[in-house]
């Protein structure tokens, strides 16, 4: 067993604002060793996002107390009985899902759909059902199975992906969620062509990582729409032809005229009802509207089921961006190093761990699109 330090969150839903309330609590907690195919990852930087936003604020309840956190990337520091595919050392990026390998949608390729990957997850246990976490005794959470936001984590090797050495691990963080959510969006689920022209719906770290994707996947008309023009500058940085404010009337009226009666593919990143609606609105006939943003669980939209019929439309749930992180990691990191993914104009700022309920109040205010907590 080891010490390490990390973010708690006791109880669920807080309120704003998080410098206030502090629903983060920096805590000394007890690591038990790794078990059966288990790592213990030195945390090197993990990224404060919606989907850790979305615990806090009661919109994805989770079993509390957890350790949030689960975009991160590290170094392994020691290694559980039967891993044999890793060194101390070695330096890694996490996936927020563990890939088994073995269930039905794994045996088909879609390890982003693993089956006791997804139940250890609303548990908040590791793939092996254990919690190595403990604080005074009281077990605590896994989230995601990562748990970043602390000094050390003890991850399951499902989780972890390799890399080399010579990536910055700072920025690699970025490819464990927002990166790999966003491009892998528009890559894999809607599997956009050379020419075609992509919508995307709220301008986060996963939206903009989408804009990312559309421009490496050779894109002609990439237009960004979101409810803050502060996010649009950034955008056009990662390759948006056009931006358009989400609460503009004419909204619809415009991205169909610049792009010829709507968009190839419409992908919505900002998990609100209204803004599948609106994607939905300006996808053309026969283009498809994909999302990926996660909504509260008790959101509900509404469609013509006609227009499926006679426009013959394909909507899309994309999780994880229809990744095998193993294989799409490494390959988005590629893409990276070959200047076609500039992920590093994602970052907005970095911080220590004690700076993490501010990072959420800024998060929450759309001032950020990744803030960093560097260990």
């Known amino acids: 067993m080891m010490k390490s330090r990390s973010a708690l969150l006791r109880n669920a839903p807080v309120q704003r604002p998080y410098k206030d309330t502090k629903p983060l609590t920096i805590e000394e907690v007890d690591l038990d060793p790794p078990g059966r195919d288990e790592v213990l990852i030195k945390i090197a930087a993990a990224g404060v996002c919606h989907s850790d936003l979305s615990g806090i604020n009661g919109d994805r309840p989770r079993p509390t107390p957890v350790a949030l956190g689960h975009e991160a990337s590290g170094t392994v520091a020691a290694l559980g009985p039967g891993v044999d595919d890793l060194e101390i050392g070695d330096h890694v990026v996490m996936s927020f899902l563990p890939v088994c390998g073995h269930c039905a949608p794994c045996s088909e390729g879609r390890g982003q759909l693993c089956e006791p990957g997804h139940a250890a997850g609303m548990k908040g246990t590791l793939l092996s059902g254990e919690r190595r976490i403990r604080c005074e005794g009281v077990e605590i959470n896994h989230h995601s199975g990562v748990s970043a936001f602390g000094q050390y984590s003890v991850i399951s090797r499902r989780s972890v992906v390799k890399i080399t050495k010579d990536v910055d691990l700072v920025e690699a963080a970025l490819f464990g969620c927002a990166v790999m959510t966003g491009v892998g969006t528009v890559i894999n689920t809607c599997r956009v062509k050379m020419g075609e022209s992509v919508a995307v719906i709220g301008l986060g770290g996963v939206g903009l990582s989408a804009v990312?994707?559309?421009a490496a996947a050779g894109a002609s008309r990439i237009v960004a729409i979101d409810l803050?023009?502060?996010k649009f500058e950034t955008a056009k940085a990662v390759g948006a032809t056009d931006t358009l404010l989400a609460?503009?009337?004419d909204i619809v009226a415009k991205v169909k005229a610049i792009t010829g009666g709507g968009v190839d593919h419409a992908v919505e990143m900002a998990g609100a009802p209204a803004a599948f609606d609106l994607a939905f609105?300006?996808?053309r006939r026969g283009g498809t509207t994909a999302t990926a943003g996660l909504a509260n669980a008790n959101s509900r939209f509404q469609l013509p089921p006609v227009a499926l019929v006679g426009e013959e439309r394909t909507i899309k749930g994309s999780y994880m961006g229809s990744c095998v992180p193993s294989r799409d990691i490494p390959r988005f990191i590629e893409l990276w190093r070959q200047g076609r993914l500039p992920v590093e104009k994602?970052?907005?700022?970095?911080?220590?761990?004690e700076g993490i309920?501010?990072?959420f109040d800024r998060l929450e205010r759309g001032e950020v699109v990744r803030h960093l907590i560097v260990m």
């Not at 994602?346 to 761990?353: E, I, T, Y």
């Open 228 to 230: 803050n023009p502060g």
């Open 281 to 283: 609105q300006i996808t």
């Open 247 to 249: 609460n503009d009337p």
């Open 346 to 353: 994602l970052m907005s700022s970095k911080g220590p761990l």
């Open 357 to 359: 309920n501010e990072a």
């Open 212 to 214: 990312l994707g559309a």
